[in-house]
Structure formats: structure tokens, C-alpha cells
């Protein structure tokens, strides 16, 4: 198990207040966890824009699977991208709309340029990428 190291931390009594309530709000067990979890989202955040650094993402995407060639569009990006994409899920959501859940791996650059092509495929409804580092 990795060494834990105490720091004190200085909050106005509002501030604390304010911490106190969204911690409990979120379910955190006590501040340290909170805090913690509060740096390594910070951390996540900073290392988003580094374009070399290694992360790992989720790219959720909604379209309609009747849109003239979507899926052999989508298909394309994707099989040009084997070293950046671990694996996929695919949900039909109802007779027209596709739900996509691609778990992706790599270098910042290259998910987010894969992402972008992704979501700017015409026929793509809606996308988001929620980038996270692990480890």
C-alpha cells in the first residue's frame, strides 16, 4: 500500500461550510477523501491538455442508423484506428436512434483527433469524450 503523507489545509469558516455540504452531498466519508478525489480530478483536468500524455476515455455517441451511410462511415474512422480504440458497446435504443460507447487508449492527440472525427460524422447526433487517467 502506498505511503499516505498529512498536509493541513486553511479554509474561512464559510469555505469549510460550503466543502462540509457538497462532501456529504457526494457521499464521501470524510474530507480527505473528498480532497483527494478533488486533486486527482484537478490533475485528470491538466494532463487533458498535454497532448503526449497517456489517458484513457470513454466516446459516447447517439445517432440514427438510417442516416445514409453513418454506419459505414463510423465503421471507417474506426477501423483506422486499432491501437487507440479497446473496445465497444452498441445499444439500440429504439427503431432508428443507435446508442455507441467506445473505450478508447492512448496519447491525448490521438483521442481527441479520433473523437472529432467520430463526432463530426455525418449522421451523429450527439457525442461526448470523458477523458480519465489510470493508474
Avoid at 78 to 98: A, E, F, G, K, Y
Wanted: proline share 2%; hydrophobic share 40%; with cysteine.
Amino acid at each position: 500500500m502506498e505511503q499516505i503523507i498529512r498536509k493541513g489545509i486553511a479554509f474561512s469558516p464559510r469555505e469549510l461550510e460550503e466543502f462540509d455540504s457538497v462532501m456529504k452531498q457526494r457521499g464521501y466519508a470524510n474530507r480527505s477523501e473528498a480532497i483527494r478525489d478533488m486533486v486527482r480530478r484537478a490533475i485528470t483536468e491538466e494532463r487533458q491538455e498535454q497532448p503526449d500524455a497517456e489517458m484513457m476515455a470513454t466516446l459516447t455517441i447517439v445517432y440514427d442508423h438510417h442516416e445514409h451511410h453513418v454506419q459505414d462511415a463510423l465503421t471507417d474512422i474506426q477501423h483506422r484506428h486499432p491501437n487507440i480504440i479497446r473496445s465497444s458497446l452498441h445499444v439500440h435504443v429504439d427503431h432508428h436512434t443507435c446508442l455507441e460507447v467506445i473505450v478508447l487508449q492512448g496519447k491525448v492527440a490521438g483521442i481527441r483527433s479520433l473523437s472529432d472525427a467520430i463526432i463530426a460524422a455525418k449522421g451523429v447526433k450527439h457525442g461526448r469524450l470523458v477523458m480519465m487517467q489510470v493508474g
